[in-house]
């Protein structure tokens, strides 16, 4: 940038689409301006001028000339001149960044004010005390802003000033006072700077200039900006614009405004205006202000043009709006422009209701909603104006809020809710034995574990509430209590858990109900048309399939049959099955559980008619269905030393045989997924059977039944090649004995990392691959996911070494390459293979953008996130397409 | 293959070369009369009739009439006629295959022998014994071989015709008495088979080919073949020769030989024969065979033959031969001559030898050494004559033998070798706190872990045998005894465990002790000068590093610091900064473990003058220097329900208390590596003191000392990052606090899937790379090494699952595929990038020939593998110029 530089804008000059060169303000005032609104005339110091500022810490060459020749035009448009004694031009200068960011310096109005041009003012406007307010308003700001002088400071005055003349408001002061106050203000500021208060209009402007260019780079803002990932190159300009005033009596005011509701959406502006008074006083909360729809009455011809520009602006905009206007002498003059921030239901609402009216397109209303927004409408949440307690916070494992009456055991939580109460779970972990205590509860905390502890999965699972891994709660079950900093909570106090943000807090909290509106529904169902990939579920229950497909999903990604397991009935028999001493003795059991997950798989096809189903071969290392080893050890230990006999140690030291027998270093990398169903066949063999029974006999009763077999863990071709081997016997034999073809696959979850480096032999074997993001992300990052939670990422993300938890967010250079790599050595072996993910991820639209651009079939999620997936799906589509993603919501 | 196809060929047309067509000892017979050695003249029916046998079941077209025609040719140059009833042609049908292979169908002598033509060769050879000799043995191989009657079948009929003319051998039967043994014989056969024995020599030769095809797929061949992973389709040839006969009196015979000893290596023949006798009498052990030496007195123009045939064999084999051979009336025919079988001494000798002799060259003889006969030579064996009860097998954790009376703990071990007993510790498995044990037992012996277990690594790294794994084993502390099915063995008992082998053996074993012979330093000095990667040693100690040095280690590739914390005196120390309660508190403890670390460094800096040698910061995590958890709990258990108290209590609580706190579900994957380094900054800056002051103090005193500073278990680039800086910080403290400038480097383990997958971007804050392959193993596969190789690794290996297995020999395809990618990556960052590899499979020669073709710089081993290691690279170098490495060791 040399001397020919253009530093300068008139807002005829500008345009919405130069918000990057004129910051949001200017490009908005410029907008306006174009469009024929009534915008009071101004021009637009740029970004670059800022630019240029900090890099050379002063006005760079021309840019001052040019404001002057502005300003110059400014004069001759109003007929006024900038520090004329007579009729002065005053002006309003503001800051404005492409990014609406707080800290920075705000505004200055009535700049051009001095002991001469007020009373110019006073004399033009026939008006001493608008003339005497606005100086007054004047000097305050400048003080604050330019001089950094806090408001604060002159309080003293202003309260003295009130006191003596008894009035409660400054507009209310005698012309006199106000003089006095003026006075007063500028000996404080001359005091405090030892200069006096510059009385050069010019000096002023430069000033105030200056200021707004230094602002960009004080703490609060910078901290903003980091925080927010804002580009610190982004720079703000500066808008000088020709003051009009609100405070030139009871038919002026100054007024902001939504074009729509933004809490509820509903198509009704909605806003506030004071009368006789400056921009600021409306949201200073001093004066309480009017709604917008009593200007109907006090000043009609302004409402009027009021309403007028509101349905201009949307139609412009094709967005709800946020406006700032003043009214001067029942004349509407528009200061500012903006989309309109608002809840997530305004949003929904909004969106569809603009493509009704023909504003925007689906694939816009698709773009204005972001998943996050979905998920708040789905979850029970705290009301947003509860005072709350919280006193601790552990993992946000699984979302919505909670309250009820503390428990500390999953047979406790059964009874007190057989009783009608309401309850929590608190543990210090939740094993399989708890897993009624979930269904009794209305929440679950817990004090270890991380985002894919037993508590986290299953209530993920389940849609409870969940928060994990909270590890200052003490836990003392003995005491039926736990500790928390100073508070001690005990049975049956109550406490409400939020799992969308980990927050514990004492006593009950009032609530949001979630509730899917037609907007909900109708927005997903144009979402859909944009999307490539498709949504299943993770659902391992009927329940949870019907529910699943409610919400949208289109089958079923993964069905976990050793969830099953867990019941109640069944875990005496999985465990008699584990104990069994000979492969004839575990065949017997097996007959046992047959009937039972055949029933499962039933209820499930039976909710899925139509669609896919997968089902995942047991995957958990056996012990998992075992009491848990330290308890054993110690209830033996204990019984044995005290010398005690009886059926209950012969039991408890039957399992701790088989428990140390089972016992490994890092049960996460041993015998579990595809080894165990390799080592132990009968037991895939019952599954399979189980299965494909239960697809025989729908199709006999004329239900579509796609099942999809899915082997877990798969590292080598070799693995997948076997365990196909006995699946395949198995499903012929069935299918043989109920003369009936079901259209079955067999495929792989790809969850290891040597799966991925060799899925070109893997996929002669498959029929399709299911990522499993949660363990390949361990297995590839070298995590254990709940040590890992527990120990150091929180100090990993304090520290920068990781920037987002990739358990969340899949991790596109380390997992996202074995996901690449996988997917094209697949289809260089199997073109049209299928390939889909059901880690956690397949709910998370960063990684399901990542998803889509990879090129996979479809994504799977829990039933409640199949909307956020659903959403997310089709804004990868549109944004590889072009289109931006915006959020307004607050 | 049509009907032109040529299945026969004359030894004349063949060589050496064509040992794929020929079969080997086709291609030897067709070499020795190529060269013009005394061979009887004969034909080979080629292994592609084998082929075409076993395709259509039947001989292939035109076979049958060109090995008429041979057999014509053969009759010319004899004079005498197949089947001929005055002089009639014998011949010799013996199987050969390319690779020589136990099971198949060996030899039939004296094919063409019936009721006619024995008598005409009883007239001819003027000797009616012989002839019926001939005729009797030819019967019951023919009965044996192709007809399948067992030998055992008739020794009935021998022992009774021995016993009616009161001889020890058949060859001293009357000619009648053999006769009848024929007569007998063939009536055997004839109720056998239900036909009569095939009196016409073409039906005879015709069936003896057809069963020398069959016998390529008998069962026991097959086994052979996939045990040694010999192909299917190599086939088998058929050699059919004339006769020669060492049984015509005292001047004939039949023997073997070899060229030179094949137990030393030894420059002399070494052979044994039988006057009066036919090929298989001499192995058949009936009769005591003579030394070689013995025929100069005997025969002693054929020794002289067979001395001059020697020489002209070795000259033109440039090896050692294995050699039969048949004198006949005076005469030596050669029948076989093949690379012969040697014990690892003799082929380093004969190869530095021939070498010596400028037979071979010094590449060649690089080439004639297997690594794997170098680790025989390194460690300490059970003498091969000795009779051995193996009661029980578990893994060959670390190799050699050692013998000892049985110990229950380490205490115990000291306090017996204090008394000047060997003993042999046996553990359910080991911990740090054992570390005194190993010191003080000849070997180890577990019940639990693989080959990475405590017990494995560190005995490794001592060069002690271990057995690890011996699940069979139940070890009893409270008895002080183990059980190994009927087997009980109580303290004090003597046993012999082979770590090579994993062989538990009850009593001492007779052993062969190691050593290093100049020729194994000649051969390894040669075998450097064709190298490309160097041979670094993992070292802990400088005892350790001066044995590396003095096995050829140029460096140190890995030291591990945290096993410096495992010393005796220094456990406590280290358990103090465990137990810390802030970081100042655990500053202090560190304080007192500075000094310790230093003299270790000063120590192996010392030792390894002028090498780098790459030190590892601390790696496991925390809970390995405690108390095992499980014992801590029964312990506190008991003792508190038992009403005890006291110090002992608290101490233990105290431990319990911690190991809780460090408790996780899968270490592996836990809180280790680089994620201690950043969470307790602290440690790694008191290893980078006191590396930095050995350092320094040493450079002053004049040794070079080039420190390399590894970082465990990076996954992420800014781990790396993060940790460097701290490094760096204290190095340079340290260097500036003595004025020195010391040449170091800080550089990362290759050891998560991440860090190779972003390799390029690790790099950036990366002076070297080393691959650490067994935890590379562990995430690519998803394996947890120990649990795996106790739980499923047996089962895969038996079902083909895993050819072998990885954390012995690198898998390429998966885990070879990140260690290319690694490279590839790296050193598009940092060209010159230094790169290594340090996991056990750097001294795995398969796995070192993979390193050498992906470009890395060099390996580390431990330093009893530095020897193999050298000599692998050496062949790596040579088999990617074309080379082959030939084994011939037994």
């Known amino acids: 940038m040399g001397a020919t530089s253009k530093w300068v804008y008139d807002f005829e000059e500008g345009s919405a689409a130069m918000k990057t060169l004129l910051g949001g303000k200017g490009a908005g005032l410029a907008e306006m301006t174009r469009i024929g609104l009534p915008v009071p005339p101004g021009f637009t110091i740029s970004t670059e001028a800022c630019h240029a500022y900090q890099a050379g810490n002063a006005l760079p060459p021309g840019l001052w000339d040019q404001a002057l020749e502005a300003l110059r035009k400014l004069e001759r448009k109003l007929g006024q001149r900038f520090g004329d004694a007579v009729s002065p031009l005053l002006v309003s200068v503001r800051s404005g960044a492409a990014v609406s960011m707080p800290g920075m310096m705000d505004t200055v109005l009535n700049l051009g004010l001095n002991e001469q041009t007020v009373k110019g003012l006073a004399q033009h406007a026939a008006n001493e005390r608008f003339a005497y307010d606005s100086y007054r308003r004047f000097l305050m700001m400048f003080a604050d802003i330019v001089l950094g002088i806090k408001k604060e400071r002159f309080e003293e005055i202003l309260t003295h ?142 409402f009027r043009e009021f309403k007028r520009t509101c349905e201009l602006l949307e139609k412009h905009y094709r967005d709800m709006q946020d406006i700032e206007f003043t009214i001067q002498k029942g004349k509407l003059y528009m200061l500012q422009t903006r989309t309109g921030k608002r809840t997530a239901q305004a949003a929904l609402k909004i969106a569809v209701d603009m493509e009704n009216e023909g504003l925007i397109t689906k694939a816009e209303a698709v773009t204005r909603i972001q998943p996050q927004d979905l998920e708040q409408l789905l979850h029970k949440q705290f009301d947003p104006n509860a005072k709350v307690q919280v006193v601790a916070k552990g993992l946000n494992a699984s979302p919505g809020a909670a309250s009820g009456q503390v428990v500390f055991d999953a047979d406790d939580a059964e009874s007190w809710r057989d009783q009608g109460k309401n309850v929590i779970l608190v543990r210090i972990e939740t094993n399989p034995e708890d897993i009624h205590g979930f269904f009794a509860a209305q929440g679950i905390l817990t004090a270890r574990g991380g985002m894919s502890s037993h508590a986290a999965v299953v209530a993920r699972g389940m849609g409870k509430p969940c928060v994990s891994g909270c590890e200052e709660m003490k ?206 066949p009968e037991i895939i063999r019952m599954q399979s059977r189980a299965i494909m029974e239960a697809a025989c006999e729908l199709t006999k009763e004329g239900v579509r039944v796609l099942p999809e077999i899915m ?178 919501t607050v």
């Open 475 to 680: 836990v003392d079950y003995a005491k039926k209590q736990f500790r928390v900093g100073a508070h001690v909570v005990r049975e049956g106090d109550t406490i409400t858990i939020d799992g969308s943000t980990g927050r514990v807090v004492l006593g009950a909290v009032p609530m949001i109900e979630p509730e899917p509106t037609d907007e909900f529904r109708q927005l997903l169902t144009w979402a859909d048309e944009y999307s490539r990939l498709y949504v299943r579920a993770n659902a391992d229950t009927p329940k949870n399939a019907k529910r699943a497909r409610d919400f949208g999903a289109v089958g079923i990604g993964l069905c976990r049959t050793e969830r099953m397991f867990n019941d109640v009935d069944r875990l005496p028999v999985v465990r008699q099955m584990i104990l069994a001493k000979t492969t004839e003795e575990r065949e017997k059991v097996l007959e046992k559980l047959m009937p039972m997950q055949k029933e499962d798989f039933r209820g499930i096809f039976s909710a899925m008619d139509e669609f896919p189903v997968t089902i995942r071969l047991i995957d958990p290392p056996l012990h998992e269905f075992l009491p848990m080893k330290d308890e054993l050890l110690v209830d033996v230990t204990r019984m044995k030393a005290l010398g005690q006999t009886g059926p209950e140690l012969d039991e408890k030291e039957r399992f701790l045989e088989k428990v140390m027998e089972l016992d490994e270093q890092n049960p996460m990398l041993g015998l579990r997924g595809c080894r165990l169903s390799l080592m132990y």
């Open 161 to 302: 000033a009130r006191g003596k003349e008894k009035v409660d408001r400054e507009i209310d002061l005698s012309p006199a006072g106000l003089q006095g106050v003026c006075r007063q203000i500028k000996d404080l500021i001359q005091a405090e700077t030892r200069q006096p208060f510059p009385e050069d209009p010019y000096k002023q402007l430069e000033l105030a200039v200056i200021a707004v260019f230094k602002s960009w780079n004080n703490p609060r803002a910078a901290t903003y900006r980091k925080q927010y990932k804002i580009s610190e190159s982004l720079g703000t300009a500066v808008n000088v614009q020709a003051m009009v005033y609100g405070n030139m009596g009871e038919d002026s005011a100054s007024g902001v405004a939504f074009t729509r509701n933004p809490s509820s959406g509903d198509k009704h502006w909605m806003g506030e205006f004071l009368p006789n008074s400056q921009g600021e006083d409306v949201v200073a909360g001093i004066r309480t202000p009017h709604p917008i729809d009593q200007l109907e009455r006090t000043i009609p011809a302004a």
């Open 711 to 888: 082997v877990p863990l798969v590292g080598h071709p070799n693995e997948l090649r076997e365990v196909r081997k006995v699946v395949e016997a198995e499903c012929q034999a069935v299918m043989g004995e109920h003369g009936i073809k079901v259209d079955y696959k067999v495929g792989t979850m790809m969850e290891i990392p040597r799966a991925c480096l060799t899925a070109d032999m893997v996929a002669e074997h498959a029929d399709f691959f299911s990522f499993g993001t949660n363990d390949l992300t361990q297995t590839t990052f070298g995590y254990s996911r709940d040590d890992a939670e527990a120990r150091f990422f929180q100090y990993y993300h304090e520290k920068g070494i990781l920037k987002y938890n990739p358990f969340e967010i899949l991790d596109r250079d380390g997992v996202g390459a074995l996901v690449k790599m996988a997917v094209e050595k697949g289809r260089k072996t199997k073109p049209k293979l299928k390939i889909g993910i059901c880690g956690e991820h397949g709910g998370e639209p960063s990684s399901i953008e990542f998803f889509h651009l990879a090129g996979l079939d479809y994504v799977s999620c829990s039933p409640f996130r199949v909307p956020i997936a659903r959403l997310a799906a089709a804004h990868a589509a549109l944004k590889e397409k072009g289109a931006t993603i915006v959020s307004a």
